[in-house]
């Protein structure tokens, strides 16, 4: 069980050397200066020469460890100490070691210079030489390096020195300049400009249309889902059952309707009145009260 423990370990470790190894195959050595008289300081306010090395890739690159060297019979000549974050150098970016000799000043000075480097030498920290290059007689304040920021860029003097940034050509032109030769009287700006503004028009009523369609419909889509109002009610109806006494109370009122003389008159279109037999005389009858009126009988 131990050497399996041992094996697997042995085996995780490998495989990390291994990352950390095709990690820090893509720093490259991106620029060199020989002799600085006039230019960039470190952060002791001194001048020196300097190498400047470039992450190529997209990913953070750990290059503590690594080695800086002139001459591979030595290729530790001087190794970037371990343990300090900020050799780990993020994706598409640059950092530069000073050739002052000095290396107790921190991991971005040598233990070297380069007065009489005819190679400088990137070397991974198994020992594997990750990058060089070739540097030819400088003189003072003159670079030399990658023409652009590709891992495969031609070689050759730069315009001007560039420690810590993008290396340009001296004869690449700007955008502006190129679209300054290809448009000297604007037509073509013009013409873009009022492309993207239509452009954008019209993507902008697209949007609006289709978002009010879409909240007419879910509007409309909420309503029929609405519960709808219950009714009221209608009146109970009559219970369903025997009726003989409903049918036996229609036949009355339809025989007293039909036969009954005391209970309702002749409908002759004729009004009649008769005074009904009293068996008593109430006080306040008003019947009591009416007189005839008295006739004149001529004879």
């Not at 279109?269 to 068996?279: A, F, S, V, W, Y």
């Not at 109430?282 to 009988?297: G, H, I």
Request: charged share 20%; aromatic share 8%; net charge positive.
């Amino acid at each position: 069980m131990k050497s399996l423990r041992y094996c697997t370990v042995l085996l995780f470790l490998t495989a990390a050397l291994s990352v950390a190894a095709q990690n820090q195959k893509d720093m490259v050595v991106n620029e060199v200066l020989l002799h600085n008289s006039t230019l960039n300081i470190d952060d002791y306010g001194n001048r020196s020469g300097w190498v400047e090395l470039f992450n190529s890739s997209y990913g953070t690159v750990d290059i503590s460890g690594c080695n800086l060297t002139d001459d591979l019979s030595n290729p530790r000549k001087y190794t970037i100490p371990k343990g300090d974050v900020r050799c780990k150098i993020k994706p598409r970016q640059h950092v530069v070691i000073y050739m002052d000799g000095m290396s107790d000043r921190g991991p971005f000075h040598a233990s070297f210079t380069l007065d009489q480097s005819k190679m400088i030498y990137f070397v991974s920290s198994s020992g594997v030489v990750i990058d060089s290059l070739k540097v030819p007689a400088l003189g003072p304040d003159c670079s030399y390096g990658r023409l652009s920021q590709a891992k495969e860029s031609k070689i050759g003097f730069l315009p001007a020195p560039t420690p810590g940034s993008v290396n340009v050509e001296s004869d690449a032109k700007s955008r502006a300049d190129l679209l300054a030769e290809n448009d000297p009287h604007g037509g073509i700006m013009a013409v873009t400009a009022m492309s993207v503004v239509f452009c954008a028009l019209i993507l902008l009523y697209f949007i609006f249309k289709f978002t009010g369609k879409f909240n007419m419909r879910n509007n409309a889509k909420k309503e029929v889902e609405a519960p709808v109002a219950e009714a009221p009610k209608a009146a109970a109806a009559p219970a369903k059952g025997n009726n003989a006494d409903v049918y036996a109370a229609i036949a009355v009122a339809m025989h007293l309707y039909l036969e009954s003389e005391s209970v309702h008159d002749v409908e002759s279109n004729i009004l009649t009145i008769k005074r009904g037999p009293m068996d008593y005389s109430p006080w306040s009858a008003k019947f009591q009260t009416v007189r005839q009126a008295p006739t004149l009988n001529k004879r």
